[in-house]
C-alpha cells in the first residue's frame, strides 16, 4: 500500500505519511515501556530474594558476583525473548513489542545490537563500584539513565539503545494493523 514519492524517492502510504512517520505515531511512550521492564523484573523475583537479600543483611561483601550474574541472566532471557519473539513477557502483557526502524521484524543483528548497548553499561557500572571507581560508574549511570529517559522527548520516542539498533517499540495491535509481519514462532 506504499508508493515511493518520486521527487524525494521516500515511501508513503496511501495516507501520504511516511513509514517513519508512521511508526513514531504508533511507538509506545516512557511510562508503558517501564511497566513493561517492571514486569520482566518480577519474573527474577525468586532470583533476587535468593541471591540479593543476603546480600543486604551481610553488607554486599560478595555482591558483585552475584550480581552480575543476575545481570548475565537477564540479559540473556531479553535477548533470547526479543530474538524469539519480538517482545518479552513484559512487553507482551501490555500488547508491545520491538521491530526495526522500517516496521520489520527483528534480525539477530538488532537484537544483539539492542540487547548489549541497553546491558553493558549497567554491567560496567558494577563493575566500577566493585573496583572503587565510584565517580566513572557515577558518570556512566547517569548517562544510562539519561539514555533511557530519551524516550520522553525523542519524537519517535526511541532510548539510545534503540537509536543504536534502528529499532522502535511499538503497540502491537496496531502494527499489525499498519501491515507490520510477525515473527514466525
Known amino acids: ?40 523484573h518480577m519474573l527474577f523475583a525468586p532470583l533476587m530474594a535468593i541471591w540479593v537479600v543476603p546480600l543486604l543483611e551481610r553488607g554486599f561483601s560478595d555482591s558483585p558476583p552475584r550480581l552480575a550474574a543476575l545481570e548475565v541472566l537477564m540479559l540473556a532471557y531479553s535477548a533470547i525473548m526479543l530474538h524469539r519473539y519480538g517482545q518479552t513477557v513484559g512487553m507482551m502483557a501490555l500488547g508491545m513489542r520491538v521491530v526495526r526502524t522500517d516496521g520489520s521484524a527483528l534480525e539477530g543483528r538488532e537484537v544483539l545490537t539492542r540487547t548489549v548497548a541497553y546491558w553493558a553499561p549497567v ?56 501491515g507490520g509481519r510477525r515473527p514466525a514462532c
Request: no cysteine.
Open 123 to 178: 554491567l560496567l557500572v558494577a563493575g566500577l563500584r566493585y573496583w572503587g571507581m565510584w565517580l566513572v560508574a557515577a558518570v556512566l549511570a547517569a548517562g544510562w539513565w539519561i539514555g533511557l529517559f530519551w524516550v520522553i522527548v525523542d519524537w519517535r520516542r526511541q532510548g539510545y539503545h534503540d537509536k543504536i539498533a534502528g529499532t522502535v517499540v511499538v503497540f502491537e495491535r496496531r502494527q499489525r494493523a499498519l
Open 1 to 40: 500500500m506504499s508508493a515511493e514519492d518520486e521527487s524525494t524517492g521516500v515511501a508513503r502510504t496511501s495516507e501520504g505519511a511516511t513509514q517513519e512517520e508512521r511508526l513514531a505515531l504508533n511507538a509506545v511512550g516512557f511510562l508503558r515501556r517501564a511497566l513493561a521492564a517492571v514486569v520482566d
